[in-house]
C-alpha cells in the first residue's frame, strides 16, 4: 500500500495553514519585534512557557532564540507553581504558546506572572480567549484545520506556531543587527561556528601541496606536479604568476579519450579557464557555499594579485569537521 497521498495531503493542509498565519501577519507582529528587542536591551530575557506539543515547539523556539543571540529559557508550566516562576524577573517578555488560549496551566499562571513587571505576548488562535485578554501582545496563529483527519492532534497549529516562532527570531535578529561572528560565537564547537571563525588560509593546501604550473607547460608536466603534491587538480598561470586557468584529473580523462597524444598538448589549449576561486583572507563559510553551489571538487585561493596561493579540497572539510 502507498502512503504518498497521505502525505501529501497532510502536507498541503499543513502548507494551507502556514499561507493562512502568514495572510494574518500585522501589526501585532512589528510590535512584538520591538519589544523583544527592548527587552534585551535592557537586560531582560524571553521566557517561553507552553503545555503538551507546545511545550516541545517551545522548546525549539527558545533554542533558536538563544542562539542567534536573543537570550531566552524554556519555563515549564507544570513546575513553575512549584518553584521554577523563580527564573523570572522583572523587565522580562513571556512568549505564552497555547492554540486555544485556555490551556488550563498557563492560564493558572497568568495571576503569578502578574506580580511581575513582564510583559505578555501570546501566540494563539483566539485573542478573544483567556490568554488572549490576560496578554499585551498577540500574535494570531489560526489554521484553518489541523491535518489529523479528525481536526484533534495538534499538526498544522504547532507548525505554524514553530514558523511564526522562527519568523520573530529571525526578526529580531535583523533588528539587533546580529551578524555571522556573533553567530559563531555563539556556537564555538559546532561546524557552523567553526566554519564562521576560520579564514581559509587557515585550512587550505598551501607550499607543496599547493599545485601550480604554467600554461606553457603539457599536460604530462601537470601530470607530475599533480602527483608530487597528490592532488587532483593544479592552478594553471601566467608569465606574471596570476591564475588563469585549473586543469583537474576530469579533464585529463576526457583528453584521453582522443589518445595519449594529448599528453603533450599545452596547458592553455586544454585547461578551463576563468576558474572559481576564492581570497585566503575569506571565511571558511564562503567556500562551504561555493561548494554546496558548484560542481567542483577542488577551490583555488587567491591572494589580492590573482596569484594562486592554495587550494581547498572538498574531501578535507569533513576532517577539518567543517561539513
Given at each position: 500500500m502507498s502512503f504518498l497521498r497521505e502525505a501529501r495531503r497532510v502536507i498541503d493542509i499543513e502548507i494551507a495553514g502556514l499561507e493562512a498565519v502568514k495572510g494574518q501577519l500585522g501589526a501585532s507582529f512589528n510590535r512584538a519585534v520591538n519589544a523583544m528587542v527592548e527587552t534585551i536591551?535592557?537586560?531582560?530575557?524571553?521566557?517561553?512557557?507552553?503545555?503538551?506539543?507546545s511545550g516541545n515547539i517551545g522548546r525549539k523556539i527558545a533554542a533558536t532564540l538563544t542562539s542567534t543571540g536573543t537570550a531566552s529559557v524554556l519555563l515549564d508550566s507544570v513546575d513553575a507553581l512549584h518553584g521554577d516562576l523563580g527564573i523570572l524577573r522583572d523587565g522580562d517578555l513571556v512568549l505564552m504558546l497555547s492554540y486555544s488560549g485556555e490551556s488550563e496551566e498557563l492560564v493558572q499562571l497568568l495571576p503569578a506572572m502578574k506580580r511581575f513587571d513582564v510583559r505578555l505576548l501570546s501566540l494563539t488562535s483566539d485573542a478573544s480567549s483567556t490568554l488572549g485578554r490576560a496578554?499585551?501582545?498577540?500574535?494570531?496563529?489560526?489554521?484553518?484545520?489541523?491535518?489529523?483527519?479528525?481536526?484533534?492532534?495538534?499538526?498544522?497549529?504547532?507548525t505554524a506556531t514553530l514558523a511564526m516562532g522562527d519568523a520573530l527570531a529571525m526578526a529580531v535578529l535583523k533588528a539587533r543587527g546580529f551578524k555571522k561572528e556573533d553567530f559563531a560565537r555563539h556556537h564555538p564547537s559546532g561546524a557552523i561556528g567553526k566554519a564562521l571563525l576560520v579564514r581559509v588560509e587557515e585550512i587550505m593546501r598551501a607550499g607543496e601541496r599547493n599545485?601550480?604550473?604554467?600554461?606553457?607547460?603539457?599536460?604530462?608536466?601537470?601530470?607530475?606536479?599533480?602527483?608530487?603534491?597528490?592532488?587532483?587538480?593544479?592552478?594553471v598561470t601566467d608569465s606574471r604568476g596570476r591564475l588563469v586557468g585549473?586543469?583537474?584529473?576530469?579533464?585529463l580523462r576526457r583528453l584521453l579519450t582522443d589518445g595519449e597524444e594529448c599528453l603533450g598538448?599545452?596547458?592553455?589549449?586544454?585547461?578551463?579557464?576563468?576558474?572559481?576561486?576564492?581570497?585566503?583572507s575569506a571565511l571558511a563559510a564562503e567556500a562551504l557555499q561555493i561548494f554546496d553551489a558548484k560542481p567542483i571538487d577542488d577551490l583555488v585561493v587567491v591572494n589580492p594579485k590573482g596569484e594562486p596561493v592554495g587550494l581547498i579540497d572538498s574531501q578535507d572539510l569533513p576532517k577539518m569537521k567543517l561539513m
Open positions: 536591551a535592557q537586560g531582560g530575557k524571553v521566557v517561553v512557557a507552553g503545555v503538551g506539543k496578554s499585551d501582545l498577540v500574535i494570531s496563529v489560526s489554521v484553518p484545520k489541523e491535518a489529523c483527519p479528525f481536526n484533534l492532534a495538534p499538526t498544522a497549529s504547532t599545485p601550480i604550473v604554467r600554461q606553457t607547460a603539457t599536460v604530462k608536466d601537470a601530470l607530475f606536479v599533480m602527483s608530487q603534491a597528490k592532488s587532483g587538480c593544479v592552478s585549473v586543469f583537474t584529473d576530469g579533464d598538448s599545452r596547458l592553455r589549449e586544454v585547461m578551463t579557464r576563468e576558474p572559481i576561486r576564492i581570497q585566503a
